[in-house]
């Protein structure tokens, strides 16, 4: 078990070596002078050339690349080109944020949607799995903004239950869950529907399997069929889906912290997108990386232990 | 008698195997007549063609010109004149729905067809070529795949700056990687198969297998692959617009309505949800779509 995680973080370096040097050519790349940026068009050119300096941009490109590994390899994020300040401590400031929402999207996605796929998968073209597959395609395609505007509108601006923006922080553990509730639903809902889907085909399948038709034989109760053989051979596929569904929900936890003007990772990136401080943008796609490659590595982890064919050694 | 003889004029075109019963219909023409009796695949097609039309007559369509303020008239709600009211400058919000068709449809259509040209092409030359080719795109297109689709068009349109252009690109590097992918393992296969060999065999040139011989066995799989990546490209240009990037104002984008609108929810609540519901419709018609392809190409859901 150890040896086998070892091999996993040994593979992981290359491809994480691979995605730092993209990204630090990508942003030596952008157009625009940063000290130009931050000082605006009306600096003199002394002070520009100082702040060049000050940056460590005047360097030659294979310094500063060496620069950045090092940083990174010493747990160092560098500092943001605008506010100066160490961009490392802004990330550990919303990352749990962001990471609260994920989680608790996955789990609503799961509780929904497991269920929903199980029931029209065992009631294939009656009513309810058309009602089913309905609901799923319409969340397939809805815009994760545009579902988090919604539930803000009809549950925030007109019952008024939840708040509509902003979040709490975690020393107020029921306050912060109640600022929760409308983003954590937008990406659940939205969850739900991949989800679903790809329970329904999944257990379709097993459904139609050897095994099962031979726990009919048996006598067994439908139930422990259903249940005991059925559904716990369906799970294996869509657990192992679980960490695609994490990563992409990083990806659309941007649009819910933009609409509910959360604190996170997302809402750092578009500031830093905007202000054009390539620093912050350089270190949070590395954080981004980080948390992808650990995310694949927990999904292969719980792959092997769940799924018995699996079992190395 | 009439009847059992136009019976047989309705299946003319397919010849009768002369061993057995069943006509013989070519693997093309089945997909068809499954994909037209799928009705929901069949809404997604005039949803399709009614948003297109809208889209290229838009001057036409639209009541106002879009682009017209009348700050003295901002933010009025639904009325006769203006059904989805008017917005923060005065502008009819219907019209500029209508209008922002044109942008949806541009960015979704040419980010799928550069992105999906030029990942195809990186699929099948990665997996016909082989060797060190092979592990430096596969390598190349795995990186770029580890980033959620936003996220990656964010960086990229980070870096690019904004613009229609710049949006298509951004878009079209999100979706390249998923193609190559899509296209790399079934041309593995097929670049082992007998008819390959033999057309290598008798002197055929590279370029020519993979036109002839690989890349129409995976249209199916592209064409699927293409039409469900259309409602995303749609639904990635509106999340970017709605961020606040991309195409420049003043021109209308349902995202960039929607993000205006949100502050306007008690007043307006159209002015948010109108461009939404124009967007979720597209979205759905070209998944709708893609469903119906990947139905009507799917072996396994033959009756």
Same mark, same amino acid.
């Given at each position: 078990m150890l040896r086998h995680i070892v091999r996993r973080l040994l593979l992981a370096i290359p491809t994480l070596l691979a995605v730092f040097t993209i990204i630090f050519l990508l942003v030596r790349v952008a157009p625009g002078d940063p000290a130009v940026a931050v000082l605006g068009d009306r600096a003199s050119a002394e002070t520009v050339a100082a702040l060049r300096e000050k940056m460590g941009i005047n360097e030659p490109l294979w310094k500063q690349y060496v620069d950045f590994l090092g940083g990174l390899a010493q747990g160092d994020l560098g500092r943001s080109l605008i506010s100066q300040k160490p961009v490392g401590e802004q990330i550990l400031f919303v990352l749990p944020y962001t990471l609260e929402l994920t989680f608790a999207a996955i789990v609503i996605g799961l509780a929904l949607g497991v269920p929903t796929g199980v029931i029209t998968a065992l009631r294939r073209n009656k009513p309810v799995?058309?009602?089913?597959?309905?609901?799923?395609?319409?969340?397939?395609?809805?815009?994760?903004?545009?579902?988090?505007?919604?539930?803000?509108?009809?549950?925030?601006?007109?019952?008024?239950?939840?708040?509509?923006?902003?979040?709490?922080?975690?020393?107020?553990?029921?306050?912060?869950?109640?600022?929760?509730?409308?983003?954590?639903?937008t990406l659940g809902l939205i969850e739900t529907a991949y989800i679903a889907r790809m329970t329904r085909s999944v257990m379709l399948s097993v459904l139609a399997d050897d095994y099962v038709r031979t726990a009919r034989a048996k006598g067994l109760k439908e139930s422990s069929v259903l249940i005991g053989h059925a559904l716990r051979a369906a799970m294996i596929p869509v657990v192992s889906l679980i960490?695609?569904?994490?990563?992409?929900?990083?990806?659309?936890?941007?649009?819910?912290?933009?609409?509910?003007?959360?604190?996170?990772?997302?809402?750092?990136?578009?500031?830093?997108?905007?202000?054009?401080?390539?620093?912050?943008?350089?270190?949070?796609?590395?954080?981004?990386?980080?948390?992808?490659?650990?995310?694949?590595?927990?999904?292969?982890?719980?792959?092997?232990?769940?799924?018995?064919?699996?079992?190395?050694d | 008698m009439a009847q059992a003889q136009a019976r047989p004029a309705a299946h003319a075109t397919p010849t009768r195997d002369p061993f057995g019963a069943k006509p013989i219909v070519s693997e093309r023409r089945r997909a068809l007549r499954s994909f037209t009796r799928n009705r929901t695949a069949v809404v997604g097609v005039v949803l399709i063609l009614a948003i297109v039309l809208i889209a290229v007559f838009a001057p036409v369509v639209a009541p106002y010109d879009p682009l017209a303020q009348s700050v003295r008239d901002r933010l009025q709600p639904p009325s006769a004149a203006h059904p989805l009211g008017l917005d923060d400058k005065g502008r009819d919000i219907l019209s500029r729905v209508i209008y922002g068709a044109r942008i949806a449809l541009q960015v979704g259509i040419f980010s799928v067809v550069l992105g999906g040209a030029a990942g195809t092409a990186i699929g099948i030359v990665a997996?016909?070529?082989?060797?060190?080719?092979?592990?430096?795109?596969?390598?190349?297109?795995?990186?770029?795949?580890?980033?959620?689709?936003? &996220?990656?068009?964010?960086?990229?349109?980070?870096?690019?700056?904004?613009?229609?252009?710049?949006? &298509?690109?951004? &878009?079209?590097?999100?979706i390249a990687p998923r193609f190559a992918r899509i296209a790399y393992g079934p041309t593995l296969t097929i670049a082992k198969k007998e008819y390959v060999e033999a057309a290598r065999s008798i002197g055929v040139r590279d370029g020519r297998i993979l036109t002839r011989h690989i890349l129409p066995n995976i249209a199916g799989d592209l064409l699927v692959f293409a039409s469900l990546w259309t409602a995303s490209a749609i639904r990635l240009e509106a999340s970017l617009s709605f961020i606040g990037l991309g195409v420049p104002l003043p021109t209308p984008t349902w995202g960039q309505m929607i993000r205006e609108g949100v502050v306007h929810l008690t007043v307006v609540p159209l002015y948010s949800l109108g461009p939404g519901i124009a967007l979720l419709i597209t979205v759905l018609a070209f998944n709708l779509v893609g469903d119906g392809f990947r139905d009507a190409l799917?072996?396994?859901s033959r009756t």
């Open positions: 799995d058309y009602l089913g597959r309905i609901f799923s395609l319409v969340g397939l395609s809805f815009p994760a903004f545009y579902l988090g505007i919604l539930l803000m509108f009809f549950l925030a601006v007109k019952l008024n239950v939840f708040p509509a923006v902003g979040a709490a922080d975690f020393s107020q553990p029921l306050k912060n869950l109640h600022y929760l509730v409308l983003p954590a639903l960490g695609i569904f994490a990563i992409s929900l990083i990806g659309s936890s941007v649009l819910v912290e933009e609409v509910f003007a959360r604190p996170g990772l997302g809402k750092l990136m578009v500031g830093a997108t905007k202000q054009k401080d390539y620093t912050t943008l350089q270190s949070i796609m590395v954080v981004y990386a980080l948390i992808i490659v650990i995310i694949n590595l927990l999904t292969d982890l719980v792959y092997t232990f769940i799924d018995p064919r699996l079992r190395y | 997996g016909y070529v082989g060797g060190k080719v092979e592990s430096a795109l596969m390598r190349l297109t795995d990186v770029l795949l580890a980033f959620p689709d936003l &996220i990656t068009g964010l960086l990229v349109l980070a870096v690019l700056g904004p613009g229609l252009w710049k949006m &298509i690109v951004a &878009i079209a590097l999100t799917d072996p396994k």
